[in-house]
T-cell receptor, first 113, second 115 residues
């Protein structure tokens, strides 16, 4: 099942700079996309989401961009902080009314001081 | 902030034994879910539950699996006869609604080890 893909298993960014995490999907029936952050020994924590009818959603340091024609979304974190070091999962929901989330493999983000 | 709680944090069970994983969803949430993550793999959807019945399940959720809301606060996942390949991290999640822009909130998981 490769419907949601995060092609970069890891990313290293200097503190204060921008972190950009990418996610691609193949199913055009996804209507809602979410980003979760996960620390070791904890469950995924919801960060930010975007509906398929929008192309951008911003919440503080976090912005998600959606390019439907390219079936691509990205999460921007500006400025990056050491506490942002975690695994980030992209997830997508199939059509309105369904509850199942389809997850990507995750990208491990490391913020270097 | 309210959170989803899961017990135990780690469960070790002999192959073939039954295991019950427990979850307390956020109190005003109406939809409940189980996901699992096998080591090194993606988080995978197992089942969703609403109004005391299963609303959606994946192909992983076969006859060996069942879910129950035995009282007003707990939500359980039972595996009847565990196999080695059931070893994984199991996450419970809940959401206010199943539709619209309501994110699912996850617990910290139960690590299930089958020997």
């Amino acid at each position: 099942d490769q419907q949601v893909k995060q092609n970069s298993p890891s990313l290293s960014v200097q503190e204060g700079r921008i972190s950009i995490l990418n996610c691609d999907y193949t199913n055009s029936m996804f209507d809602y996309f979410l980003w979760y952050k996960k620390y070791p020994a904890e469950g995924p924590t919801f960060l930010i989401s975007i509906s398929s009818i929008k192309d951008k959603n911003e919440d503080g340091r976090f912005t998600v961009f959606l390019n439907k024609s390219a079936k691509h979304l990205s999460l921007h974190i500006v400025p990056s902080q050491p506490g942002d070091s975690a695994v980030y999962f992209c997830a997508a929901r199939l059509i309105q009314g369904a509850q199942k989330l389809v997850f990507g493999q995750g990208t491990r983000l490391t913020i270097n001081p | 902030e309210p959170e989803v709680t899961q017990t135990p944090s780690h469960q070790v069970t002999q192959m073939g034994q039954e295991v019950i994983l427990r979850c307390v969803p956020i109190s005003n949430h109406l939809y409940f879910y189980w996901y699992r993550q096998i080591l090194g793999q993606k988080v995978e959807f197992l089942v969703s539950f609403y109004n005391n019945e299963i609303s959606e399940k994946s192909e992983i959720f076969d006859d060996q699996f069942s879910v129950e809301r035995p009282d007003g606060s707990n939500f359980t996942l039972k595996i009847r006869s565990t196999k080695l390949e059931d070893s994984a991290m199991y996450f419970c999640a809940s959401s206010v609604l199943g539709q619209a822009v309501q994110p699912q909130h996850f617990g910290d998981g139960t690590r299930l080890s089958i020997l």
